[in-house]
């Protein structure tokens, strides 16, 4: 039960990423002087729920993963460790910087930086994007291990 709640909550979290950057972005384009500490809160919960993501997978990975890999291997979409989630191990790096910058981007006067407005929101347009694309990829993977389970 425990595994699989921990395999549950990865993709969890990364939604819940997800969903903050949109806040961010969305707050950015109505940007005050009264929604600067919303903006300022959100991006750390992007930050914190992005290093969440990482340390729940990173600890599904390394003591999990070795399974799944053989069967995704073995299985009829072998693409699915071999590209996909080989993939989504480099391309998630810069996702996790991104996110780690964003609350120090959000720290400054955006309503009088426009430059560090578009850049807060460019920011956390690309956190969406790639969050979208992680979430597929894991979408993926996971089908990947369930095809070789049912030997497909």
Same mark, same amino acid.
């Given at each position: 039960?425990?595994?699989?709640?921990?395999?549950? #909550? %990865?993709? =969890?979290?990364?939604?819940?990423? +997800? /969903? @903050?950057?949109? $806040?961010?972005? *969305?707050?950015?384009l109505?940007?005050?002087?009264?929604n600067?500490?919303?903006?300022?809160?959100?991006?750390?919960?992007?930050?914190?729920?992005?290093?969440?993501?990482?340390?729940?997978?990173?600890?599904?990975?390394? #003591? %999990?993963? =070795?399974?799944?890999?053989?069967? +995704? /291997? @073995?299985?009829? $979409?072998?693409? *699915?460790?071999?590209?996909?989630?080989?993939?989504?191990?480099?391309?998630?790096?810069?996702?996790?910087?991104l996110?780690?910058?964003?609350?120090?981007?959000?720290?400054?006067?955006?309503?009088?930086?426009?430059?560090?407005?578009v850049?807060?929101?460019?920011?956390?347009?690309?956190?969406?994007?790639?969050?979208?694309?992680?979430?597929?990829a894991?979408?993926?993977?996971?089908?990947?291990?369930?095809?070789?389970?049912?030997?497909?």
């Open positions: 039960m425990a595994n699989e709640l921990i395999l549950m #909550l %990865h993709p =969890a979290v990364g939604v819940l990423a +997800i /969903l @903050a950057a949109v $806040w961010v972005m *969305a707050e950015t109505s940007i005050s002087s009264n600067a500490m919303r903006i300022r809160s959100a991006s750390i919960a992007v930050a914190f729920l992005i290093w969440s993501a990482y340390l729940i997978g990173g600890y599904w990975y390394v #003591l %999990h993963y =070795a399974t799944d890999k053989a069967l +995704i /291997l @073995a299985g009829p $979409w072998p693409f *699915a460790h071999s590209f996909v989630m080989e993939t989504k191990e480099h391309v998630f790096l810069p996702l996790l910087l996110a780690s910058y964003l609350p120090i981007a959000a720290s400054n006067d955006l309503a009088a930086n426009k430059g560090a407005r850049l807060v929101f460019c920011s956390a347009t690309l956190i969406v994007l790639m969050g979208l694309a992680m979430e597929g894991g979408a993926f993977v996971a089908m990947g291990a369930k095809l070789g389970l049912l030997g497909k």
